[in-house]
T-cell receptor, first 113, second 116 residues
């Protein structure tokens, strides 16, 4: 059974640029969620994807967008990067009912300069 | 809006001590609750999941309980070891969310240091 894999592990971008982060879900899971974790804080929910559609969204602006593919993998896209977007971005996979909880990846550390 | 408080924010103990980490939710209508461990700069490792029909879970030296009436959870670590040093996060999904329990709400975590 494979876990959740995220790429890249680290990324440095310039303010105003765009970035795409990738996530492969755990085998058997059909839902992917994305979280942003600032230094010293708990992860904050960005959005969730199920059946290739957004299934819930947190308090993040539209420049945060995502995709889910037929194999349940997912992308997080952030446009017009701001310095405050610097954070650890975590991907979690689950069943849509979350009955067995969530499995997280190792994260992508994004630094915006 | 659900908010999660974890107490204490930081804890330093000598090796071998038993310890308790606390977590409380402003809205006690919790569907599932998970405890995670996070090493510095790393992702989250799931430790224990308490499902909606359960009140307690155990794995090795770890025991987690959930009191749904008060919205409080505790994580008990027995005979702590230096390798237990990490940040411990609790998170819950809401009981009523339009049919899909999609959002984990996290506390800020407890930073645990176990000294040899």
């Amino acid at each position: 059974e494979t876990g959740v894999t995220q790429s890249p592990t680290h990324l440095i971008k310039t303010r105003g640029q765009q970035v795409t982060l990738r996530c492969s879900s755990q085998s058997g899971h059909n839902t992917v969620s994305w979280y942003q974790q600032a230094l010293g804080q708990g992860p904050q929910f960005i959005f969730q994807y199920y059946r290739e559609e957004e299934n819930g969204r947190g308090n993040f602006p539209p420049r945060f967008s995502g995709l889910q593919f037929p194999n349940y993998s997912s992308e997080l896209n952030v446009n017009a990067l701001e310095l405050d977007d610097s954070a650890l971005y975590l991907c979690a996979s689950s069943l849509v009912t979350a009955i067995y909880g969530y499995t997280f990846g190792s994260g992508t550390r994004l630094t915006v300069v | 809006k659900q908010e999660v408080t974890q107490i204490p924010a930081a804890l330093s103990v000598p090796e071998g001590e038993n310890l308790v980490l606390n977590c409380s939710f402003t809205d006690s209508a919790i569907y599932n609750l998970q405890w995670f461990r996070q090493d510095p700069g790393k992702g989250l490792t799931s430790l224990l999941l308490i499902q909606s029909s359960q009140r307690e879970q155990t794995s090795g030296r770890l025991n987690a309980s959930l009191d749904k009436s008060s919205g409080r959870s505790t994580l008990y670590i027995a005979a702590s070891q230096p390798g237990d040093s990490a940040t411990y996060l609790c998170a819950g999904t809401p009981e009523n969310s339009g049919g899909s329990n999609y959002k984990l709400t996290f506390g800020k975590g407890t930073l645990l240091t176990v000294n040899p």
